[in-house]
């Protein structure tokens, strides 16, 4: 192991992600210590502090306010009503009262105490749901295009998601052991796809349904757009080496967009899939964590010796990829036909925090219209949530019990709304250098102002706030990307398109958070005056550029 990084080690030597993990479970502390910490993150949880106590902890003499974040994994953002109730009440019972949509179709439980992990896990497995791999590296949620048309093929990418995520769940018994029945498993423990040493970092998959790109297939170390043929999916033109984390100040890191590679059919896919992972597994980097992400292997020895590594593990050629066409991201928001007797309504929640907030009371209204219509649900790439299977002759009462809770149904009252997301940053995130949700919310209400103002409410731009470079909200896809850089100071990048297909660009390093709102408004003002009839706002500035005479000369509209 000489050479490599600590987290190779801890996982070499952790007896197949056992760790001291049951042993630590069983001491009356608060936390876990360092190597148990990073195999936690396998089993789907991250040690964490409240650090807007920590220095009046420190004054006082007291140890972090530790706690924990559980994630469940949900494949294709899909799960049943009851199990929804079953997560809300484990969010009453032992978290902080709400649930978190996650930007890949996932639930975080968030504020869980020590004392509370192992029955939080057990419950969200008893909900037909499982927290193993939904961090830690290795393959974690397979996201999908979650719209329920009636459309077999469409039904058929959910399921092939399903397929994938369990063919890549890792194998070990120490998850049972530990958090379900407490008894070692008969028989060894192997992994025969990660090894013993797992992958060098963490692995992502989406699969979208072209022309719509509600996954961000761009961004997944490995994407898949379906190809429909006669109604049915004939196959995936497979993408790899997309990934948006960064650091900043550190050049060999940078996010990137995938690259396509092949096309698979359906019966070619997980085999193909398998064997993209076991390159990564091979290849990558795993002395530096910052760079081992396999965008790295993809950019730095590139998709022709990717290919032929594929090849060598298939045992056979790969058919060229296919092209795609896109014609941008719907996010399933408002109501849609699924069946000609029923409809499904997709409801925007406000940075994926299901919550009670003053006369808005998302959370207490989603659990009575899931008790009272018992809906299917699926979550989006977007942090939203889709009630499915709703029969037409109870839309009205469910679109009324809603409006009772403060609920809107409408998307196009939202306006910038629609389209921002953050992620938690502050104050749970351990790698949180700045604040995200709970200052976009502010800043995007000043931004409408400003749109209103400017005569442009009925344009759609993308707004995406993180509170560090590691991309949870994929800021460095779309319109606008604001990136916290320390305290109060972000990066702003412009210029991504509205498919998703390109990664947006650097304007200014180090904005102050009170210079947000004018630094954007300016580019609003911008765009407005010198675009082309139809330019939307990052095809404008990936065109022109960010140099004021480039402003000037550009074309201005009809």
């Known amino acids: 192991m000489s050479g490599e990084s600590k987290n190779e080690a801890i996982k070499l030597e952790s007896d197949y992600l056992r760790g001291s993990i049951a042993a630590e ?38 140890e972090k306010g530790h706690d924990f974040m559980i994630r469940a994994r949900v494949p294709g953002g899909a799960l049943g009503a009851q199990t929804y109730l079953a997560l809300d009440e484990l969010a009453s019972r032992y978290a ?27 419950g969200i497995n ?20 979650p719209a329920p048309l009636h459309d077999r093929a469409q039904a058929h990418i959910s399921e092939i998601a399903h397929d994938i995520a369990m063919h890549l769940a890792p ?29 060098p970092r963490k692995f992502k998959i989406g699969i979208a349904f072209p022309p719509d790109n509600c996954i961000d297939v761009y961004t997944q170390d490995i994407g898949l757009a379906a ?42 896919v997980r085999e193909v899939v398998e064997a993209i992972v076991k390159v990564q597994r091979d290849n990558g980097d795993r002395v530096d964590r910052r760079h081992a992400r396999m965008k790295y292997l993809v950019e730095e020895r590139g998709i022709a010796w990717f290919r032929g590594e594929l090849e060598s593990r298939l045992g056979r050629a790969v058919a060229d990829p296919r092209p795609i066409a896109w014609d941008g991201v719907d996010d399933h928001l408002g109501w849609h036909e699924q069946t000609p007797q029923t409809s499904f309504l997709g409801i925007y929640i406000e940075n994926g925090r299901i919550k009670d907030d003053g006369i808005r009371r998302l959370r207490s209204g989603l659990r009575a219209a899931v008790e009272r219509f018992r809906p299917e649900i699926r979550m989006t790439g977007q942090q939203n949530i889709l009630l499915t299977g709703i029969r037409n002759e109870d839309c009205a009462a469910l679109e009324a019990l809603l409006a009772g809770y403060g609920i809107e149904t409408d ?37 409408q102002q400003d749109v209103d103002e400017l005569g442009l409410g009925d344009k759609r731009i993308s707004i995406r706030m ?12 779309g319109d606008i990307g604001i990136v916290g850089r320390s305290a109060g100071l972000y990066d702003v990048l412009v210029g991504g398109d509205w498919e998703n297909t390109r990664l947006n660009t650097l304007y200014r390093k180090a904005v102050k958070v009170a210079d947000l709102r004018a630094m954007i408004r300016n580019l ?18 990936h065109r022109v550029g960010f140099d004021e005479e480039q402003w000037v000369a550009a074309s201005p509209s009809g």
């Not at 190597?35 to 220095?55: C, P, T, W």
């Not at 709400?98 to 996932?106: E, H, K, M």
């Not at 008893?126 to 295009?145: I, P």
């Not at 018994?173 to 990660?194: C, F, N, R, T």
Request: proline share 6%; hydrophobic share 35%; net charge neutral.
């Open 411 to 447: 998307p196009r009252k939202l306006g910038v709304l629609r389209d921002a997301m953050a992620c938690p940053a502050m104050p749970t995130c351990g790698l949180a250098v700045a604040e995200s949700e709970r200052v976009l919310p502010s800043i995007i209400r000043e931004i």
């Open 25 to 62: 479970l069983a001491e009356p502390t608060t936390h876990f210590e360092e190597r148990d910490v990073q195999l936690l993150k396998f089993h789907g949880s991250y040690q964490q502090e409240n650090r807007d106590e920590r220095a009046a902890r420190k004054a006082q003499g007291l």
């Open 466 to 477: 993180t509170g560090c470079p590691n991309g949870c909200a994929r800021p460095y896809m």
């Open 171 to 199: 194998q070990t018994h120490a998850y049972h052991e530990i958090w379900l029945d407490g008894e070692k498993v008969a028989g060894p423990d192997e992994e025969p796809i990660y090894g013993p040493a797992y992958l």
């Open 524 to 541: 609003l003002q911008v765009w407005k005056a010198r675009r082309n009839d139809g330019e939307r706002f990052g095809d404008f500035f």
């Open 96 to 122: 902080n009262g709400t649930l978190r949509a996650t930007t890949r179709q996932g639930f975080q439980f968030h504020g869980v105490l020590k004392g509370n992990l192992k029955a939080t896990i057990r």
């Open 227 to 268: 190809a429909v043929e006669g109604g049915k999916v004939a196959g995936f033109t497979v993408l790899v080496g997309g990934g948006l984390g960064m650091t900043h100040n550190k050049p060999n890191t940078y996010p990137r967009a995938a690259t396509p590679l092949c096309f698979a059919s359906t019966d070619e």
């Open 126 to 145: 008893d909900a037909l749901l499982s927290t193993l791999a939904a961090c830690g590296d290795v393959n974690r949620n397979v996201m999908a295009c």
